[in-house]
């Protein structure tokens, strides 16, 4: 096998029978040609190189130090990249303080089957198993600079999908995660490692089997960042590389926001490097973060129409199925209407208990905290002003103005009512505690839809998350954490626990860390 060489396609790149697949050339399973050694600059040498300096890579080269290994970070753009606010473990001291405590064995359970039984239940454990070692770990190192998250309240209380407590909140006077990553980019330095930024992976190079460097930086400014342990792929997701999204998640190309800072940088880099080195991806399509927060964020489980009108889903749901649903409606577009009238905060505040849940909405709430409204009363005056939110005082004249026939509105508001009076609803079986009157003027339609946070599948890992080759077995030197890794989440990302793609950059960048620190030549 050549020393570049990787394992052919992965399945789901052959699947002909796929339309998006069909004919296709992809560009990005091509090796990149050779870097000539006169265009080296110098190597660097080191245990352990780390490609990529988001969460999961930062927690990486942490722990790694923490080992007694040597460490080399490098990050395509000018610093590290982390986001968003929630880290979610299984378990973790704060929550255990409070006495709660979530059963591993019934999480496992609900885990998997909000997957599709398509995640892989040894990684599933995985992190049911150490995420509350990993966050722990976290949250003692970030006492140190006097960072403290809250409990974080966003849980979905549904009677057949039921989201539980776990989820840390980091923001306001405790430090946000931000603040996380410059502590764990400071700590590592501290402890010796190096972090060259503006210096994209390129390429990985094996010696027989093992991988044993990578080839990082830009033209007349390539490095040889030679790892004696291993090199650990932490570069992030694909959603940046529109070819890779055809192949692999196609229905992000149907979504017209993104969420995800730095723009632009995500682009399959780890992935790419990891298929040219051997690896293979999880069966796709991919599973995603979509959040709908693309447009406006007030929503809650009031009344969901589509461009023609139509109510389309049970709107008392998860964040992850209002997105996927708005992605089904007819028209080309990636939105839908909530529909509510004056009433609305009320209602959101008796609604909350038997809902809540990220974007129902309280999303930043934090535990023990009563739900007020007062933000979603800022996403309504915010919305009205850039208009993402339009009111009338008749539904007919509230049609109008987005576009949709006055008499189908008309309709579907009335039979919604006629629910509502019944407190039965038999189009889409929403809790009769959910069904709440469209009767008070003035009356409001929200445009909400998704928004692209991040593609969370990749490259099929062991449970020392060391990447597999097309026979199963692992590729000697080569690792893979955060959003380049698979196998989590299989079909979908499940909210059971809020935040848990940062707990698992966390847990993936601990783990990683510490076995590569371990790792032996002969191993």
Not at 154 to 164: D, I, K, N, Q, V
Not at 189 to 215: C, N, Q, S, W
Not at 431 to 456: D, H, N, Q, T, W
Request: aromatic share 10%.
């Amino acid at each position: 096998m050549s020393k570049y060489a990787f394992s052919g396609v992965p399945s789901f790149v052959q699947d002909t029978e796929s339309p998006v697949n069909e004919g296709k050339n992809w560009s990005f399973l091509k090796i990149p040609e050779r870097i000539e050694e006169k265009d080296i600059i110098e190597n660097v040498d080191a245990d352990i190189v780390v490609i990529g300096a988001g969460l999961a890579g930062l927690c990486a080269a942490l722990r790694a130090a923490e080992g007694g290994a040597s460490v080399v970070v490098i990050e395509k753009t000018k610093s590290w990249s982390v986001r968003g606010g929630h880290i979610g473990a299984a378990n973790s001291k704060p929550w255990r303080e409070q006495g709660i405590v979530n059963d591993s064995k019934q999480l496992a359970r609900e885990w998997i089957a909000a997957c599709g039984n398509r995640a892989r239940e040894d990684i599933v454990w995985l992190f049911i198993n150490h995420s509350e070692e990993a966050v722990d770990w976290l949250l003692d190192r970030q006492a140190e600079h006097g960072v403290q998250p809250r409990l974080g309240a966003p849980r979905y209380a549904g009677p057949s999908y039921t989201e539980r407590y776990g989820a840390l909140l980091f923001g306001g006077q405790g430090g946000s995660l931000q603040t996380v990553a410059d502590n764990l980019c400071s700590d590592s330095k501290a402890l010796g490692a190096r972090f060259f930024f503006e210096t994209p992976g390129v390429y990985l190079e094996k010696d027989g089997m093992r991988v044993t460097a990578v080839i990082g930086g830009m033209p007349g400014n390539y490095r040889r960042f030679r790892a004696s342990k291993g090199v650990i792929l932490a570069s992030g997701d694909i959603h940046g590389d529109r070819e890779m999204l055809a192949a692999y998640c196609p229905v992000f190309l149907k979504v017209r926001h993104s969420q995800y800072a730095p723009h632009g940088a995500n682009t399959g880099d780890g992935h790419k490097m990891g298929l040219w080195a051997g690896g293979v991806m999880e069966d796709g399509p991919l599973p995603t973060v979509m959040h709908p927060q693309g447009y406006n964020r007030l929503q809650a489980f009031f009344l969901f129409v589509n461009v023609r009108g139509d109510r389309f889903m049970n709107e008392d749901t998860w964040c992850q199925a209002k997105s996927v649903n708005v992605l089904k409606q007819p028209g080309n577009v990636d939105y839908a209407y909530s529909i509510f009238d004056d009433d609305w905060k009320e209602q959101m505040i008796s609604g909350m208990p038997y809902s809540g849940g990220l974007f129902n909405d309280n999303s930043l709430s934090v535990y023990g905290q009563p739900f007020t409204g007062e933000r979603e009363v800022g996403f309504l005056e915010s919305g009205l002003q850039n208009g993402l939110i339009v009111k009338a005082d008749t539904i007919e004249e509230l049609a109008k103005l987005i576009n949709i026939p006055p008499q189908k509105l008309s309709a579907t508001v009335d039979r919604y009512n006629d629910h509502v009076d019944r407190k039965d609803d038999p189009d889409f079986g929403k809790r009769s505690e959910l069904l709440f009157p469209i009767r008070k003027p003035p009356f409001y339609a929200s445009k909400f839809g998704p928004a692209m946070l991040a593609v969370v599948g990749g490259l099929i890992v062991d449970t020392r998350l060391r990447v597999l080759d097309a026979d199963q077995n692992p590729i000697p030197g080569l690792y893979a954490v955060g959003n380049v890794a698979g196998g989590l989440y299989g079909v979908d990302y499940p909210t059971i626990i809020s935040g848990n793609s940062h707990g698992r950059a966390v847990t993936w960048g601990y783990l990683a860390g510490k076995y590569a620190a371990e790792e032996t030549q002969d191993r």
